[in-house]
T-cell receptor, first 114, second 112 residues
Framework: QQQVKQSPQSLIVQKGGISIINCAYENTAFDYFPWYQQFPGKGPALLIA?????SEKKEGRFTISFNKSAKQFSLHIMDSQPGDSATYFC?????????????FGKGTKLTVNP | DAGITQSPRHKVTETGTPVTLRCHQTENHRYMYWYRQDPGHGLRLIHYSYGVKDTDKGEVSDGYSVSRSKTEDFLLTLESATSSQTSVYFCAIARSSQETQYFGPGTRLLVL
């Protein structure tokens, strides 16, 4: 119930295309859903996040779509660029006793070809 | 990396030796976390701290201990390193439990 399942494991997209990464969760108590972007040799960095009271959030070329009834959320990268090539992690948080713990998906390695 | 440093950045050690990794922050954030990252497993929480001397276990805490005697430092100790603890270790900090976690640059540990 604590797991977040992420797919696909890897994704190859042409420059200008749309990249879509999907995540699913079981625990309905999760109340915060961030996406992290990680470049090789670096720590993950927050890209965009959503809370379950919103069905969609957009920041530039990055959009999170959230489907509460299906317990799924996805990241869409519009007009994908070679600089977007990185590993993307979805996550969900569960507040227990005031301490938020993030549960991560296993990651998606995105390659954007020029 | 949001005022977070990790040391050492790389370490090679032998099975059975103790190892201590350090996370240092200059942000005065209350929460600090240790994760390990392994291929096919993503990021898994080892231990976290919600204040000085206040710590709790995460998902994969066996074989690890932590200490936090100052707000700015969070130490992760492998009492007797094993090859299964070969991994990349990340520290993260957060202002509060409801706010974004910021990650450090990571420590690559190889246990031979």
């Amino acid at each position: 119930q604590q797991q977040v399942k992420q797919s696909p494991q890897s994704l190859i997209v042409q420059k200008g295309g749309i990249s879509i990464i999907n995540c699913a969760y079981e625990n309905t108590a999760f109340d915060y859903f961030p996406w992290y972007q990680q470049f090789p040799g670096k720590g993950p960095a927050l890209l965009i996040a959503i809370r379950p009271d919103v069905s969609e959030k957009k920041e530039g070329r990055f959009t999170i779509s959230f489907n509460k009834s299906a317990k799924q959320f996805s990241l869409h990268i519009m007009d994908s660029q070679p600089g977007d090539s990185a590993t993307y992690f979805c996550a969900a948080s569960l507040s227990q006793g005031g301490s938020e713990k993030l549960v991560f998906g296993k990651g998606t390695k995105l390659t954007v070809n020029p | 990396d949001a005022g977070i440093t990790q040391s050492p950045r790389h370490k090679v050690t032998e099975t059975g030796t103790p190892v201590t990794l350090r996370c240092h922050q200059t942000e005065n954030h209350r929460y600090m976390y240790w994760y390990r990252q392994d291929p096919g497993h993503g990021l898994r929480l080892i231990h976290y701290s919600y204040g000085v001397k206040d710590t709790d276990k995460g998902e994969v805490s066996d074989g690890y201990s932590v200490s936090r005697s100052k707000t700015e430092d969070f130490l992760l100790t492998l009492e007797s390193a094993t090859s299964s603890q070969t991994s990349v270790y990340f520290c993260a900090i957060a202002r509060s439990s409801q706010e974004t976690q910021y990650f450090g640059p990571g420590t690559r540990l190889l246990v031979l």
